[in-house]
């Protein structure tokens, strides 16, 4: 028996286990008229899984989601670790054609959409993909399952005396999830990374942030993001602390729920908690239980991070900096180090070590700039059914970031660029070459180059600089529309800008810092 598979097996669905023995009558998760304890959390994962499980879900299979949040999301989340399935979540926010390029390079069958969005998933499921059947979640808001869709409900209904859950026979090293980054190409990578490397990305988290049992967290950034599914979601179940799922991350629905919750731990790119301090609600509630506030995906203007230590003293900030592909958590600019280190990235986390490199993969001096890489146990396996770009990431026995940065004698690391134009808008990470090529699908464009520029809102701003065709007369609003029906909103540009030509170097290669540079106040306005 000392080689019994289960002894040493330490996957997500053992983590929601061993927390629901240690804690079985505390709060586990609460979404909308739903409260769970973790007793009754462990109980319907494993009813939803056996379900699954005799509808046909095995393990290895890729499930896709494509729902807000809700209690359903995380129930199928891990009622599919349980399973030994893959989670295949995708942004909710592509348009049918690109959610359906995900869900046919994964292979998925089986897609989980909610009332919202099941529209855009029965439409994205018709585009060539294998798709044979839709599981429906619940949501926030009450809604009827169709007739057409396997049931949420009905499934975590289950009988275990008769249909029980099977036994989980594998490991942390099994594939977990399939996460899709856009990162710098036109296509998405699928970033596989297994219960192991998330674990030990949750471990991370909980040490640098301070997290504990006690915290009450209110998750509002959408869960197919692996920021607030695997950084905050993940190690809640983990240490039990008591979360609270809502799918509305707008100041009217936050600022009531953080007062009525007593919240006290809550994650929010620059772009939300701007929306919060200048909301007129702001005031109206009382958000002294807030003690630790976390902001990623972009940087923290240092006006907003003095007013947010002014207006909410009792609550300590930090910023967590990463990517997909380290599950994601890389680095942390502790709370001690806001204004000291304003701007910075912080160091790297526990089970993470990174270094700025050249060419070469060579450490360049403090203050000059180079690539960031990563060794971590939190790393992807590899890219799914692509080879050349997982070769292309671990070249020289590191993983490669494609961000640019500096090091300060201190060893904090500051995000100077990114190696590929990505430009992360409102949190979300937007490919400029993807951008372009659908202004060169435009008749009337000549050339055209896409580039981020400072935005009050959005921190950066998706924005077109176009060189016109001869006897075209193109405005900013067709280009702008042009765009708004071929990509997803979050990738449209918000501004036009007409030139007569692109600054490029003698070898012919665009240069975008040019751009920059010409047009940083664009978006320079009350």
Known sequence: MQNHPALRRQTLSDLLHRTAARLPNKPAILCGDTCWTWAQFDAVVSRLAAGLHAAGVAKGDPVGVLARNSHGFAALRFALARLGAVLVPVNFMLNADEAAYILRHAGVRLLAVDAGLAALGREAAQRDTQIDRLLWLPSEEPATCPADCLDFDALAATDLATTPCPEPDFNSHHLLQIVYTSGTESLPKGAMLTHGAVIDQYVSCIIEGEMAAGDTVLHALPLYHCAQLDVFLGPSVYLGSTSIITARPTPENLLPLIARHRISQFFLPPTVWIALLRSPLFEQHDLSSLRKGYYGASIMPVAVMRELIERLPAMRLWNFYGQTEIAPLATVLKPEDQLRKPGSAGRPAINVETRIVDEQMNDVAPGEVGEIVHRSPQLLLGYYHDVERTAIAFAGGWFHSGDLGVIDAEGYISVVDRKKDMIKTGGENVASREVEEALYRMPGVSEAAVIGLAHPRWIEAVTAVVVQKPGAELDESQVIAYCAA?????????????????????????????????????????
């Open 486 to 526: 071929h990509l997803a909103h979050f990738k449209t540009p918000k501004a036009v800008v007409f030139v007569d030509a692109l600054p490029k170097n003698p070898s012919g290669k665009l240069l975008k810092r040019e751009l920059r540079q010409r047009f940083e106040a664009l978006f320079d306005r009350p």
